[in-house]
């Protein structure tokens, strides 16, 4: 008699439980890593923590607790036409102009000390940003335009039946608070420049069936802006 393979996978929930349990997992995984997550830091900046549970807790969740495949959540290759690709030439340009017109904003250097302080050698403050991008960065990325974004849009346009425009309008909105108050506890410009930016990057990704492209827009300010700090801020 032959058996049947042992599957993995979880009862299917219904679609409000979806709904409520997607959300419990995004802000449970967020307060986790703010509150807990720097008592988990090795190599000095790779936290552990960020990485454990963005990066290997929440793709297993979205593979066996909702059953979605990782390519629905914006993991596969970007769909890119020519008007995306001006663009992005645009960005490419444009970005580190409006840097360097922050870059003054003392509030920046005050809370980021660590990489203007010049009794820190180079190689350590370059290291610090490279792990600590590692362990969090492409964690945070997936967490909010992988999971919830993805996710929320995947939940309301199939369960909940809501037209396919109006599902990304509501998952947009929604992840963009969710990154807006993260940045709460950073300067003030940050957290306004997320406001826009958040929207923008999320229409990319749904735009471009991936969140590769937005990604990379996201790291790009960030590694500039770092780059900016070690470099050029006496």
């Known amino acids: 008699m032959k058996h049947k393979p042992m599957s993995l996978k979880l009862p299917r929930l219904d679609a409000t439980k979806q709904l409520i349990v997607l959300i419990i997992i995004g802000l449970t995984v967020q307060l986790l890593c703010r509150y807990y997550g720097p008592y988990f830091v090795i190599w000095d900046s790779f936290n552990l923590i960020a990485f454990v549970l963005r990066l290997v807790a929440l793709p297993l969740i979205a593979k066996f607790v909702f059953g979605w495949r990782f390519k629905e959540l914006g993991l596969g290759k970007p769909t890119m036409s020519k ?58 990325a997936f967490l909010h335009r992988g999971f919830l974004l993805f996710g929320l849009k995947k939940i309301l346009n199939s369960s909940f039946t809501i037209v396919e425009n109006h599902a990304s309008t509501i998952s947009i909105l929604w992840v963009a608070s969710f990154e807006v108050l993260y940045h709460l506890i950073k300067p003030d410009l940050e957290a306004f420049g997320m406001l826009i930016a958040s929207p923008i990057f999320s229409l990319i990704a749904i735009r471009t069936r991936s969140l590769w492209i937005p990604t990379l827009c996201h790291l790009y300010i960030e590694a ?11």
Do not use: C, K
């Not at 000390?113 to 792990?131: C, E, K, Q, W």
């Not at 500039?224 to 006496?234: C, E, R, S």
């Open 83 to 140: 008007a995306w690709l001006i663009f992005l030439g645009i960005y490419v340009v444009s970005v580190p102009i409006v840097m360097l017109l922050i870059l003054s904003n003392d509030s920046y250097q005050e809370y980021y000390d660590f990489y203007t302080n010049p009794h820190i050698s180079v190689a350590a403050r370059l290291s610090r940003f490279g792990l600590f991008t590692l362990s969090t960065f492409f964690g945070w």
């Open 224 to 234: 500039l802006f770092i780059l900016y700090l070690i470099f050029l801020v006496p």
